[in-house]
C-alpha cells in the first residue's frame, strides 16, 4: 500500500508521498531521485470518469479515485526508472542504471527439477516470514487513520507474502457505510470486471519483484499451474511442491509439507465489517484445502478441461457491456470464470479461473482469503499465461478497453487498488515479453472440433465426394464417346477400302480368261 516513510503524521496531513532516493544533503533533497534525474515529485492523476451502476455509495470508500483519499502527490519516474522513489527498474530492465534488458520464463510448476521446487518452496516462504522492506499496511480506514489521538497512524508491517495477501482482501473488501449499518458488498476493484487480469497482473509482478530483490536475483520468475487438465486431483498437491493431503485431517495439508505451518491473514472478516477496521498482520488458523471435495457442489469437483482453454482464446471481444460478471461475449468473463468456456453467459456456470478456485474448497476458495493459499499464485500466472496468449492472438489494442463505466474501479485508467505507486490498468494491457519483461513456456491445446462443425464438415465432403464422382463418370461417358467418335472414321475408311477392293475385283464379265 504506502512506503515506510509515507505513513507519517507529516506526510499523510501533507498529502504528499514523494520519499528520498539518497538524501546525502539531509531529508527532502532527493525525493524521486531528483538529484540523479531519476524523478521528480508531481500531482497524482486520477481516474475521474463515470463507473457503472453497481456501486451507488459515492462519497464513503477511501478507495474511490484511488489514491486521493490519501495521498495527492507521488513520484514519478523517468526512463527505465520504476518504484516509490524512483529507486528501482521499469519491468523487464535491471542494473544500477536499468539498462539492462532482462527476460525471465515462467514455467510449468511439474517441469521445476527436484532442486528447482525446494529452492521455489524454500523462496515462497522466506517470502511469507520476510518483513516487507518498504511497504506497510493501513488497518484503519481514512477517517481513523491518524488514530484516536490523531497523531498515531495505523500503520503496521507485514510480511512480503502476507502483502500479497492483504492486497487482494483490500481490494475485495466491503464498503464500510457506519456503525450499525449493513457494510455494503456490491464493490470489487480486482473482480468482476475488465480490471480483473490487469489487476492480477500487476498483483503477481508486484509479488515477483519483491521476491527478486528479497532473493537478489533479477532472473527469479513465479512459476504457473496448468489447471486445465480436466481431472479431479489437484497434481500440484504433493510434498514437494504445494504440500499433499494431511492423513488426519482431509481439509488440511500434511506436515510434510512447510505450507502446513502457514497461517491465514484476513480471517476476521465479521469483525473487519462490524466495527469499520481493516483486516491487519495479525495471523489465525492454517490453511484449509480439500480439492474436488465439495459434496454439495458436483459442478466445482472437476477441474476445467484443456478444451475449455482452447475455445475462451477464440473469444474475440475483451469485454462488452456491462463489463460485469454477466457480460456475454467476453473473453475477460469467460476466462474469469462467469460464463461457460465459448463466452456464453449463464448464471449457472462456473469455469475456469472461477472454477479452479473453488476446486480448491477451502482458503483458496474465498475471495478475501484466497492468496493464503500459494496456489494462489500459480492459478493467476495460468490465468495471465491465457490473458497474454489472447493478446497476442488478437492483436490487441488498448482501445477496446472500456474508457468509462465499467464497475468501479475497473476503468481503463483507474489507478489499482491499492498498489502504490499508482499504476493504471492501461499499463497492464499490453503483451508480457515485449513490455513487461516475461513470457510463459506453455503448450497451448489445439481445439477440437464441436458437433455443428463435425456436421458441416460431413456435409461438404460428402458434396465434394458426390461432385468427384459425378465428374468422375461425365469425364467415363466423354471418353467412351471421344473413343467412339475416334473408331468411327477408321471402320468407314475400312469399309471404303474393302468397298474399293471390292469394287477393283473384276466382274465376271470383265475377266480375262
Ligand atoms: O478467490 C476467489 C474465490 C472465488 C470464488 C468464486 C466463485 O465463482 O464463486 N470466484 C472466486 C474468485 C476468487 O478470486
Same mark, same amino acid.
Request: charged residues 15%.
Given at each position: 500500500q504506502f512506503p515506510r516513510q509515507c505513513a507519517t503524521v507529516d506526510a499523510l496531513r501533507s498529502g504528499e508521498?514523494?520519499?528520498?532516493?539518497?538524501?546525502? *544533503?539531509?531529508?527532502?533533497?532527493?525525493?524521486?531521485?531528483?538529484?540523479?534525474?531519476?524523478?521528480?515529485?508531481?500531482?497524482?492523476?486520477?481516474?475521474?470518469?463515470?463507473?457503472?451502476?453497481?456501486?451507488?455509495?459515492?462519497?464513503?470508500?477511501d478507495r474511490e479515485q484511488w489514491p486521493l483519499r490519501f495521498f495527492n502527490r507521488?513520484?514519478?519516474?523517468?526512463?527505465?526508472?520504476?518504484?516509490?522513489?524512483?529507486?528501482?527498474?521499469?519491468?523487464?530492465?535491471?542494473?544500477?542504471?536499468?539498462?539492462?534488458?532482462?527476460?525471465?520464463?515462467?514455467?510449468?510448476?511439474?517441469?521445476?527439477?527436484?532442486?528447482?521446487?525446494?529452492?521455489?518452496?524454500?523462496?515462497?516462504?522466506?517470502?511469507?516470514?520476510?518483513?516487507?522492506?518498504?511497504?506497510?499496511?493501513?488497518?484503519?480506514?481514512?477517517?481513523?487513520?491518524?488514530?484516536?489521538?490523531?497523531?498515531?497512524?495505523?500503520?503496521?508491517?507485514?510480511?512480503?507474502?502476507?502483502?500479497?495477501?492483504? %492486497?487482494?482482501?483490500?481490494?475485495?473488501?466491503?464498503?464500510?457505510?457506519?456503525?450499525?449499518?449493513? %457494510? *455494503?458488498?456490491?464493490?470489487?476493484?480486482?473482480?468482476?470486471?475488465?480490471?480483473f487480469l490487469t489487476w492480477h497482473r500487476y498483483h503477481l509482478l508486484q509479488l515477483e519483484k519483491d521476491m527478486q530483490e528479497m532473493l537478489q536475483d533479477p532472473s527469479f520468475?513465479?512459476?504457473?499451474?496448468? *489447471?486445465?487438465?480436466?481431472?479431479?486431483?489437484?497434481?500440484?498437491?504433493?510434498?514437494?511442491?504445494?504440500?499433499?493431503?494431511?492423513? *488426519?485431517?482431509?481439509?488440511?495439508?500434511?506436515?510434510?509439507?512447510?505450507?502446513?505451518?502457514?497461517?491465514?491473514?484476513?480471517?476476521?472478516?465479521?469483525?473487519?465489517?462490524?466495527?469499520?477496521?481493516?483486516?491487519?498482520?495479525?495471523?489465525?488458523?492454517?490453511?484449509?484445502?480439500?480439492?474436488?471435495?465439495?459434496?454439495?457442489?458436483?459442478?466445482?469437483?472437476?477441474?476445467p478441461e484443456p478444451q475449455d482453454v482452447a475455445l475462451c482464446l477464440e473469444v474475440g471481444l475483451f469485454d462488452t457491456?456491462?463489463?460485469?460478471?454477466? %457480460?456475454?461475449?467476453?473473453?475477460?468473463?469467460?476466462?474469469?470464470?462467469?460464463s461457460d468456456p465459448s463466452g456464453k453467459y449463464d448464471p449457472a456456470v462456473r469455469s475456469l479461473h472461477n472454477l479452479a478456485h473453488l476446486f480448491l474448497n477451502g482458503t483458496g476458495g474465498q475471495t478475501h482469503l484466497s492468496p493464503n493459499d500459494p496456489i494462489f499464485v500459480f492459478l493467476h500466472t495460468f490465468t495471465d499465461a491465457v490473458f497474454d496468449e489472447w493478446l497476442r492472438r488478437h492483436n490487441a489494442d488498448i482501445s477496446i478497453y472500456p474508457l468509462e463505466n465499467a464497475p468501479i474501479g475497473h476503468n481503463r485508467q483507474y489507478n489499482m487498488v491499492p498498489f502504490w505507486p499508482p499504476v493504471t490498468n492501461n499499463e497492464m494491457f499490453v503483451p508480457a515479453p515485449e513490455n513487461l519483461g516475461y513470457s510463459y513456456d506453455v503448450q497451448w491445446p489445439s481445439r477440437a472440433l464441436q458437433v455443428t462443425e463435425i456436421i458441416t464438415i460431413a456435409i461438404v465432403t460428402a458434396l465434394i465426394l458426390v461432385a468427384i464422382i459425378f465428374a468422375g463418370a461425365t469425364c467415363i461417358v466423354h471418353a467412351r464417346k471421344n473413343k467412339d467418335e475416334l473408331h468411327q472414321p477408321l471402320l468407314t475408311d475400312q469399309y471404303e477400302r474393302y468397298s474399293d477392293d471390292y469394287d477393283s475385283i473384276p466382274t465376271p464379265s470383265q475377266s480375262v480368261v
Open positions: 508521498c514523494c520519499p528520498d532516493l539518497s538524501p546525502v *544533503f539531509g531529508p527532502g533533497t532527493d525525493r524521486c531521485g531528483s538529484s540523479s534525474g531519476r524523478g521528480q515529485c508531481v500531482a497524482v492523476i486520477a481516474d475521474s470518469r463515470p463507473h457503472g451502476p453497481q456501486y451507488m455509495h459515492d462519497g464513503q470508500d507521488t513520484c514519478s519516474c523517468n526512463g527505465n526508472f520504476s518504484g516509490y522513489n524512483c529507486g528501482s527498474c521499469r519491468p523487464g530492465l535491471s542494473g544500477a542504471a536499468c539498462n539492462q534488458q532482462i527476460r525471465t520464463v515462467r514455467r510449468n510448476l511439474l517441469d521445476l527439477s527436484a532442486e528447482e521446487r525446494n529452492n521455489f518452496v524454500n523462496a515462497l516462504h522466506q517470502a511469507k516470514t520476510t518483513v516487507h522492506p518498504n511497504i506497510v499496511i493501513a488497518t484503519r480506514r481514512h477517517e481513523e487513520i491518524l488514530g484516536p489521538d490523531g497523531n498515531t497512524p495505523q500503520f503496521e508491517n507485514v510480511s512480503i507474502y502476507n502483502y500479497f495477501v492483504w %492486497s487482494h482482501y483490500y481490494s475485495v473488501r466491503k464498503t464500510f457505510l457506519g456503525a450499525g449499518q449493513q %457494510s *455494503f458488498g456490491g464493490v470489487d476493484f480486482s473482480h468482476e470486471g475488465p480490471a520468475a513465479l512459476p504457473y499451474w496448468n *489447471f486445465a487438465t480436466g481431472g479431479n486431483t489437484c497434481d500440484i498437491c504433493t510434498d514437494d511442491l504445494m504440500g499433499a493431503r494431511s492423513n *488426519f485431517d482431509v481439509s488440511l495439508i500434511s506436515q510434510n509439507s512447510i505450507f502446513s505451518q502457514w497461517r491465514v491473514l484476513c480471517e476476521y472478516l465479521e469483525d473487519y465489517d462490524t466495527l469499520g477496521t481493516i483486516c491487519n498482520s495479525t495471523e489465525g488458523g492454517p490453511i484449509r484445502r480439500n480439492p474436488a471435495g465439495n459434496v454439495a457442489r458436483p459442478m466445482v469437483q472437476r477441474l457491456p456491462p463489463f460485469y460478471s454477466n %457480460s456475454n461475449d467476453s473473453f475477460r468473463n469467460t476466462v474469469e470464470g462467469y
